[in-house]
């Protein structure tokens, strides 16, 4: 078994341990279960968490200690991504992949010539384009990877 996750895989464990705090909260609270319902809840946290501990207890500290700090910097929420006027409320909008890139792309035609090429991390275009997500253009490079 694998010793690390990838983005996508810490970001499903994440999800795991957000959803158990989230149930867990949720039941202590609720009143119009039945007791079986309540039983079979609590049974699905159980077997959550101890997945996820399974899976950190793989890792290496300093990853386990980084998923911790992610926890709590992390909530869930549900938004209908049809419902334009709550997901505003959230601060977020509905925009296609390749809409997003090729507004990257505008963006970063004012690249061309940039004489903080070579100090390309401390730029907020570059921040920008990394937080999105935006794929680079060059892989290895010197200069900023995403200069054509």
């Known amino acids: 078994m694998k010793n690390y996750l990838n983005k996508n895989d810490r970001e499903h464990n994440l999800i795991i341990l ?8 949720w039941l202590k ?8 319902e309540r039983k079979y809840l609590k049974t699905a946290s159980t077997f959550l968490i101890k997945a ?9 500290n300093n990853f386990a200690e ?10 869930f929420v549900i938004i209908n991504k049809f419902d334009v006027t709550h997901s505003k409320e959230y601060g977020y909008v509905s925009i296609q992949q390749d809409d997003l890139y090729d507004l990257a792309s505008y963006a970063l035609s004012e ?3 940039c004489p903080r090429c070579k100090d390309f ?6 921040k920008l384009m990394i937080s999105l997500a935006i794929p680079v ?3 290895e490079t010197d200069s900023c990877p995403y200069l054509n």
């Open 18 to 25: 957000v959803v158990w705090e989230r149930l867990n909260s």
């Open 29 to 36: 609270t609720q009143t119009a279960l039945t007791p079986t």
């Open 52 to 60: 996820s501990d399974s899976i950190i207890g793989r890792m290496d």
């Open 66 to 75: 980084k998923l911790r700090r992610d926890i709590k910097a992390s909530d």
């Open 111 to 113: 690249c061309v010539n």
């Open 121 to 126: 991390k401390n730029c907020d275009r570059y």
């Open 137 to 139: 253009a060059q892989v």
